[in-house]
């Protein structure tokens, strides 16, 4: 007798559904579709959980597995156009949102897969129990907007209007939204999540006539102060996350340009780009942002500037393990710090810090605004530069106060 | 932390030695072997059984040597259900079919022990995926999920850890993989043979295969505790009158070397575990506020910045290369 059936035994089991599908790519400034031919695949895991995976298929290889839970994504069409056959894998808890095109010669059973994406993921397959699959989820307003436009494809105009109402994060998140190597699953996560990576999804407009083609290459250009390039996820060591800096929007009014019929589309949503009011003070592509371990900062030289001063070792101290039989002392400190138990929370909080997640977390502990702001995006750079302003000057201004020990 | 969830867990002896202690079992612990060719395992014995991990989760298709008959219903085996459960598995699955009189199992273990002899391989494994009690121990040494936050790449990184047991039972050996159906017979130990010498050549033969397709591997042996042994050899020695005061303060005090070299691994185990569950947070803000203070900050982020960037540039370049 299996409880689990015979897929217990292996690592996973025989896919679920899958098709032959390409993904969307955003690449310095341009969005356009990834032309490999891939393939789109759902299998459940021998820890009873739904992994949503890409390969490609020339060369087999698997790029992308993500872990989706119940009731977390949609998977839709999104547009009524014919020869368009994108689909969406949208995120209800945030914004996230990935695109994919069909390459299925036969349009004939794309609805038929897009079900089945829906269902299983959002009813996975209990063993002994059976599949209890009810009705499809109610669409977001945004998408039935999306999807509901008069005729084939969108309507520019209606496409402005319902950008133009977008949060300007959602928006972001709208273009630069990944479905990097290490795509992340925010089943069991509130609040936002903004995924990095290296490729991200196109807006939803396809104006190939030609059926099985990629859909037409868009741009947007946007402006961006930040001079960071694509960086892959890191995955060194103990802790392997994604990027996860938060995507900002951008106002621009560069005209498209090396589309080619959707330019038209293209340009109405640039210039609503333009019209976008923008809350970040720096733009950049969620891509960008190389994620750094906060450990690489905590290098010896650092370590005993910081250590010289008595004030900051006290303080340090204070929050050592509680323990009779270990001395608190400076040398423990030292241990500590040094330690690779220490060492990877510090990784996981870089990770979980550049991932937008730690804002609530560290209001508790006084931190000033901007810099609790950065937190909530994701950004360390912003973060660390917050906390200097502030914790910095203060010092200097009771540099008569010096408890610096320079001896 | 959803009832039922097994944490990820470090790949460590200490760690695994507190998990067996946490366990209520006694009179054992798990060493870290790094040369098969050396004689660490000769003085580490009485060897009780070799755990093989290493970061991959195919398992060979070969089924030469399972076992099929009545066997079965003596040797203690596990179909592995969950990934994260994987070392205690391990662990337990040596346990539990290891007879020799040092080790006390411990009210539970023997308990589940009892529970599940009874069950076929899958049903085990799901028992022990859902012994409360194991799993609870088993998850007090995981990795510190400080902000409810699943990191599951990190999990995709070390998830691909795979265990397998090796035990001497009633005279044979056998290989424990939880991911295939059922025992490998691996032959007869000859009496007077140590039944490490006839693990040896099938665990390097692994060994040399993981190597060459550069996969990392760790090899762990579980013995009978070691301090214990060197103080009844201590007391053995005290005892002996035929040895000269020489030989025995030569004896003597290399054991006390040892002894001594035990109990510091204990501690340092006992403050590893300290440091695995503490909260940090309050420490690390506390740090970077002081890194700020001192301007040391921005720069340091900023640096570290660039180098990625550097980094990811060049791989980028390589890539194009390629293409």
């Known amino acids: 007798m299996s409880l689990f059936g015979g897929s217990a035994s292996q690592a996973r089991s025989r896919n679920l559904v899958e098709f032959k599908a390409g993904k969307m790519n955003l690449r310095g400034n341009m969005v356009y579709p990834d032309k490999r031919k891939g393939l789109l695949y759902l299998y459940q895991g021998n820890d009873m959980l739904m992994h949503l995976c890409w390969k490609d298929r020339s060369n087999n290889s698997t790029e992308d597995d993500l872990v989706i839970f119940p009731d977390e994504i949609e998977f839709k069409k999104v547009t009524q156009s014919t020869t368009g056959r994108v689909y969406i894998l949208k995120w209800r808890i945030n914004s996230r949102k990935l695109f994919f095109w069909m390459q299925e010669p036969k349009e004939d059973q794309d609805e038929e897969f897009c079900k089945k994406i829906n269902d299983l993921l959002n009813h996975p397959p209990t063993p002994g129990f059976g599949d209890d699959i ?155 942002k190389p994620v750094i371990d906060l450990c690489d900062i905590m290098t010896n030289e650092n370590l005993v500037s910081l250590l010289a001063n008595k004030d900051v070792q006290e303080k340090l101290r204070a929050h050592l393990p509680e323990d009779n039989t270990i001395p608190n002392t400076e040398e423990e400190l030292k241990e500590s710090i040094q330690s690779p138990q220490f060492r990877q929370i510090v990784s996981a909080f870089s990770v979980a810090l550049q991932s937008g997640e730690l804002g609530p977390v560290l209001i508790q502990f006084g931190l000033p605004d901007d810099a609790i702001k950065a937190a909530n995006q994701g950004d360390l750079q912003a973060f660390a530069q917050a906390l200097e302003k502030h914790y910095k000057k203060s010092h200097e201004e009771k540099s008569s106060d010096n408890t610096m020990d320079t001896s | 932390m959803a009832s039922g969830e097994w944490c990820l867990i470090e790949s460590d002896p200490g760690v695994f030695t507190d998990l067996i202690n946490g366990f209520e079992a006694n009179g054992v612990q798990v060493e870290e072997i790094f040369s098969l060719d050396d004689d660490s395992l000769q003085q580490m014995k009485p060897c009780h059984g070799l755990i093989f991990l290493f970061k991959w989760q195919e398992t060979d298709a070969s089924n030469e040597n399972m076992v099929k008959d009545s066997r079965l219903d003596e040797i203690f085996f596990a179909k592995q259900v969950i990934t994260n459960a994987c070392a205690t598995q391990a662990i337990v699955s040596v346990l539990l079919n290891c007879t020799h009189e040092d080790l006390k199992l411990g009210s539970t273990l023997s308990e589940f022990k009892e529970f599940a002899q009874a069950f076929d391989p899958q049903m085990r494994g799901l028992a022990l995926s859902n012994s409360e009690k194991i799993r609870y121990v088993h998850n007090s040494f995981a990795r510190q999920q400080l902000f409810e936050f699943d990191s599951r790449d990190e999990k995709k990184d070390e998830d691909a850890f795979h265990f397998i047991a090796y035990i001497p039972f009633k005279g044979r050996l056998y290989e424990l993989d939880g991911l295939k159906e059922a025992p490998i017979d691996h032959g007869a130990i000859p009496t007077d043979t140590e039944w490490t010498d006839i693990a040896r050549p099938i665990v390097r033969q692994r060994m040399e295969k993981y190597s060459e397709g550069e996969i990392h591997f760790s090899l762990m042996a579980v013995v009978s505790e070691l301090r214990r042994k060197y103080e009844r050899q201590l007391e053995q020695i005290l005892a002996d009158s035929a040895l000269t005061d020489d030989e025995r303060n030569d004896k003597t005090s290399h054991l006390s070397i040892l002894i001594h070299e035990e109990e510091r691994k204990r501690e340092s185990y006992r403050i590893e575990n300290l440091r695995r569950r503490h909260n940090w947070l309050p420490f690390i803000v506390e740090m970077l506020k002081a890194y700020a203070t001192q301007g040391l900050l921005v720069p340091a982020v900023d640096k570290a910045v660039v180098a990625k960037e550097a980094e990811k540039k060049r791989e980028t370049d390589k890539k194009r290369k390629r293409i």
């Open chain 1, 134 to 288: 009810s009705d499809t989820h109610p669409l977001q307003p945004f998408m039935e907007r999306m999807a509901g436009g008069a005729g084939s494809g969108i309507d520019p105009n209606d496409l402005s209007n319902v950008l133009r109402n977008l949060d300007p994060n959602d928006f972001a998140s709208l273009l630069s939204s990944s479905f990097g190597r290490s795509g992340r699953s925010t089943g069991l996560i509130q609040g936002t999540q903004h995924s990095g990576g290296s490729s991200s999804s196109s807006t939803q407009h396809v104006t190939d006539s030609r059926p099985n083609t990629a859909p037409a290459s868009t741009t947007v250009t946007s402006t961006t102060r930040n001079s960071g390039s694509s960086s892959k996820p890191r995955n060194g060591g103990t802790s392997s996350s994604s990027p996860a800096a938060a995507p900002k929007s951008t106002a621009s009014s560069t005209a498209s340009s090396g589309s080619k019929s959707g330019s038209i589309q293209m340009s109405a949503l640039t210039s609503v780009l333009a019209n976008l009011s923008s809350n970040a003070t720096e733009a950049t592509t969620s891509s960008s």
